[in-house]
């Protein structure tokens, strides 16, 4: 997904204190470590031009400025699999050495990416440097079907979303109609988000959701449309300050309580730890503890760097930092999940009528 230009932001504004902290923290210990004449190489598991590029291309500028030596910074794209390419080349072949590190996206800490017969790595065993949240989704319905959704006697709300899975914003709808009872109902096959727009601009749907990096002015027009809940950043935990969502609640604080049972509580988890968009920074597993300081320090003082600030706001509206134990955090949550709250939601979804179809693998031609 790629990112938009800003409209308003509270990007990294709020990591002074917290890089004036982890500095002093990690100092000493990185004092003896030093890249001067060496070249540093960051992977990412998708072509050029996404947002995981372009993430990583921006951290490339600064960490080339913030590691001590001042190394050459340089950009590996190994795209394939869905990032399994790049994981599985960074967890088995990379040496432990810090000349190479990842830029990865929040699909590839899920565990329903990673553990399938061909993936060969495992990200809680990665030496985790710091993340960049950029935000989470939002739910729209058109101003004429905001009545409908909670009234069982009008017609269904039709609910817009991609082919396949749904984003994960767009499973907002998915809990709505399971546990507030929406009348609601699903419409997929749309290829992407500029589909969905003129979607639900013409009336086909009324409903959806979009990433808050694609809010556009059209859909803060309040006689056309409300804004009715957020997924919230910081793994659903706090609002976004994104412009047009001012106010608009969290979805979690108005289904939470409603789940009851181990396992449909456990997916929930899951898709709101899943919620937020993100971008994180690793080093390979068993990396020494002062290539690993020095690497978080380089990363804090990115994050405070003013030029910094001005190129993320550029980039993306609204800009976050999870610090390495966060991140952490959040691997260690989402691996603990058992196979059952995996696969509660996706069942969830088939029961309300969504056909979920995979994509057939292509035959290889007899030679």
């Known amino acids: 997904m790629p990112f938009l230009a800003p409209v308003v932001s509270r990007?990294?504004?709020?990591?002074?204190?917290?890089?004036?902290?982890?500095?002093?923290?990690?100092?000493?210990?990185?004092?003896?470590v030093t890249f001067a004449r060496k070249t540093v190489t960051i992977i990412v598991g998708s072509t050029p031009g996404g947002s995981t590029d372009a993430s990583a291309r921006l951290l490339q500028r600064f960490f080339g400025k913030h590691l001590p030596g001042k190394p050459d910074v340089v950009?590996?794209?190994?795209?394939?699999?869905?990032?399994?390419?790049?994981?599985?080349?960074f967890a088995q072949q990379v040496k432990p050495d810090g000349l190479t590190i990842l830029v990865a996206s929040g699909s590839q800490i899920d565990p329903t990416n990673y553990r399938v017969p061909q993936s060969k790595y495992d990200p809680t065993t990665y030496t985790l440097v710091g993340g960049?949240?950029?935000?989470?989704?939002?739910?729209?319905?058109?101003?004429?079907?905001?009545?409908?959704?909670?009234?069982?006697?009008?017609?269904?709300?039709?609910?817009g979303s991609v082919t396949g899975v749904p984003r994960s914003g767009m499973n907002m709808t998915g809990w709505g109609i399971k546990y507030l009872g929406w009348n609601a109902k699903w419409v997929a096959g749309y290829r992407g988000t500029p589909e969905i727009m003129?979607?639900?601009?013409?009336?086909?749907?009324?409903?959806?959701?979009?990433?808050n990096q694609e809010m556009k002015r059209e859909l803060l027009d309040k006689n056309k449309y409300a804004i009715l809940y957020?997924?919230?950043?910081n793994a659903g935990q706090a609002p976004a300050e994104t412009k047009g969502l001012e106010g608009v609640p969290l979805f979690a604080s108005a289904v939470e309580s409603k789940i009851t049972g181990k396992i449909p509580k456990q997916a929930f988890e899951y898709w709101r730890a899943i919620s937020s968009i993100i971008k994180w920074v690793a080093l390979p597993p068993n990396t020494p503890a002062n290539i690993a300081a020095t690497y978080r320090g380089a990363f804090t003082r990115t994050i405070s760097d003013p030029e910094f600030k001005v190129l993320s706001k550029k980039m993306n509206e609204e800009v976050t930092i999870i610090k390495a134990e966060d991140l952490e955090k959040q691997i260690k949550d989402?691996?603990?999940?058992?196979?059952?709250?995996?696969?509660?939601?996706?069942?969830?979804?088939k029961d309300q009528g969504l056909k979920i179809v995979k994509s057939k693998k292509k035959k290889k031609k007899k030679e």
């Not at 990007?11 to 003896?32: E, N, R, T, W």
């Not at 950009?75 to 080349?89: D, E, F, I, M, W």
């Not at 949240?133 to 058109?142: N, P």
């Not at 989402?334 to 979804?349: D, N």
């Open 11 to 32: 990007p990294v504004a709020a990591a002074v204190p917290l890089a004036l902290a982890l500095l002093c923290g990690v100092s000493a210990q990185a004092q003896d």
């Open 75 to 89: 950009v590996s794209n190994r795209p394939g699999a869905k990032g399994l390419t790049a994981q599985n080349y």
């Open 198 to 211: 003129l979607a639900l601009e013409r009336g086909e749907i009324g409903m959806t959701s979009f990433a």
């Open 334 to 349: 989402l691996a603990e999940m058992p196979p059952e709250a995996f696969s509660y939601m996706l069942a969830m979804l």
């Open 230 to 233: 957020q997924s919230g950043i």
């Open 132 to 159: 960049l949240d950029i935000g989470g989704s939002f739910l729209i319905v058109r101003k004429d079907q905001v009545a409908a959704l909670t009234d069982k006697s009008k017609p269904p709300v039709a609910m």
